[in-house]
T-cell receptor
Framework: NAGVTQTPKFQVLKTGQSMTLQCAQD?????MSWYRQDPGMGLRLIHY???????DQGEVPNGYNVSRSTTEDFPLRLLSAAPSQTSVYFC??????????????FGPGTRLTVL | GQSLEQPSEVTAVEGAIVQINCTYQ??????LSWYQQHDGGAPTFLSY????GLEETGRFSSFLSRSDSYGYLLLQELQMKDSASYFC???????????FGAGTQVVVTP
């Protein structure tokens, strides 16, 4: 199993550009999430999904869109990049809700810089 | 408001014991998790407490007191490889919402 994969590993954008961060998992997990991590602020939840076709907002959803057409894939779209979106983005998946104690498996991250 | 508080940094020598405290104030509570993250790496799961008490996994133990909104991670027999950031995280609903603390950097010295 490859686990959770993310592409690209690094990306530089100009203000106003759009792009999609890719996330895929091969563990047949129902739950997938996107987080951003800024220095000294821990991880903040952007959006999450409890299954194909179902998504919901997290703590910091503004400026981001998601969709979940398959169990395996959960792309994150930046609509119009802003310097405030410079961050490290992590995708995670888990076999069930974290409320039941199942661990979240994180991808390697995408390091995004917006100029 | 919602918050998770944990110390920003802890330094200890190899072989020592370190306790990282986490106090939380959230709108929902289903359990407290701990994650480890090495520099440049992804977070990895360490432990989960839904009920009061101590959970032990090898050199690491985690404790929860729901009435005090408090938990801690205990790292025993510290090794150099334990130098990393440690995050507490609260599950705020049963579907998958995790709220993370800002992290505690543990520095292990020879």
């Amino acid at each position: 199993n490859a686990g959770v994969t993310q592409t690209p590993k690094f990306q530089v954008l100009k203000t106003g550009q759009s792009m999609t961060l890719q996330c895929a998992q091969d563990m047949n997990h129902e739950y997938m999430s996107w987080y951003r991590q800024d220095p000294g602020m821990g991880l903040r939840l952007i959006h999450y999904s409890v299954g194909a076709g179902i998504t919901d907002q997290g703590e910091v959803p503004n400026g981001y869109n998601v969709s979940r057409s398959t169990t395996e894939d959960f792309p994150l779209r930046l609509l119009s990049a802003a310097p405030s979106q410079t961050s490290v983005y992590f995708c995670a998946s888990s076999p069930a809700g974290t409320g039941s104690g199942n661990e979240q498996f994180f991808g390697p991250g995408t390091r995004l810089t917006v100029l | 408001g919602q918050s998770l508080e944990q110390p920003s940094e802890v330094t200890a020598v190899e072989g020592a014991i370190v306790q990282i405290n986490c106090t939380y104030q959230t709108s929902g509570f289903y359990g407290l998790s701990w994650y480890q993250q090495h520099d440049g790496g992804a977070p990895t799961f360490l432990s989960y407490n839904a009920l009061d008490g101590l959970e032990e996994t090898g050199r690491f133990s985690s404790f929860l007191s729901r009435s005090d909104s408090y938990g801690y991670l205990l790292l025993q027999e510290l090794q150099m490889k334990d130098s990393a950031s440690y995050f507490c995280a609260v599950s705020t609903d049963s579907w998958g919402k995790l709220q993370f603390g800002a992290g505690t950097q543990v520095v292990v010295t020879p």
